[in-house]
């Protein structure tokens, strides 16, 4: 048996120094070599995500409390964009509030709603997970929409608001923000069909 004992793995990013580089973390959590710069944004960002969590914590009880007085007894219909709450997301993902449109009809017996995450287009269209969908009217922007489509999820309607904030503004209209037309939803689910079904890029 090899008695030596195993060095530890550290996951770092360099800064380089002359010849120097400094470690970011350790395996068990210790700082290593950090600046006094560094230690203050390292700080800073555990604030914001410990915010981020009794935020979400917030938002669950308030979802418990909901779901034990009522009941979301309501229809919601294939292309209809909504606001979401998606909740924590690591890294890429979606998260937060956020717009998303209906896959699949969803009728008032079914609680759980197929919802593809939609964003605002600022560069070219990823052909393995987003695609163009041109621009959509009442998102109050002037430039063109993405449905990221490799991060589709089924939600539960309580994540659905009713009314509109996202734009500073409370929308005066119960419901939909939006709504795709045929042509879009045939090209979401086009790309659904040629990346996750068939394995291929979508050509856009």
């Known amino acids: ?47 914001e995500l410990s915010i981020t969590i009794l935020n979400w914590m917030r938002r669950m009880l ?13 229809t919601l219909h294939a292309g209809e964009i909504y606001e979401i709450d998606f909740g924590i997301g690591v890294n890429c993902e979606i998260k937060e509030r956020h717009y998303g449109v209906i896959l699949v009809d969803s009728y008032e017996n079914n609680q759980i709603a197929i919802v593809c995450p939609l964003k605002t287009k600022h560069h070219d269209a990823n052909p393995t997970s987003d695609v163009a969908i ?39 209209r119960e419901g939909p923000i939006s709504k795709l037309s045929d042509e879009q939803m045939k090209k979401i689910r086009s ?14």
């Open 134 to 172: 041109g621009k959509i009217p009442d998102l109050l922007t002037d430039k063109e929409t993405i449905a990221v489509f490799n991060q589709i999820r089924g939600i539960d309607k309580i994540r659905i608001y009713r009314f509109g904030i996202i734009n500073g503004k409370k929308s005066e």
């Open 191 to 204: 790309a659904i069909y040629q990346t996750i079904i068939d394995g291929n890029p979508f050509a856009q």
């Open 1 to 47: 048996m090899n008695s030596e004992k195993k060095e530890k793995v550290f996951y770092k990013k360099k800064v380089y120094d002359g010849e120097k580089s400094r470690y970011r973390l350790s395996d068990d959590g210790q700082t290593e070599d950090l600046t006094c710069e560094e230690q203050m944004l390292r700080s800073v960002s555990e604030m």
């Open 62 to 74: 308030n979802y418990a409390k909901f779901s034990l007085l009522y009941k979301t007894e309501y």
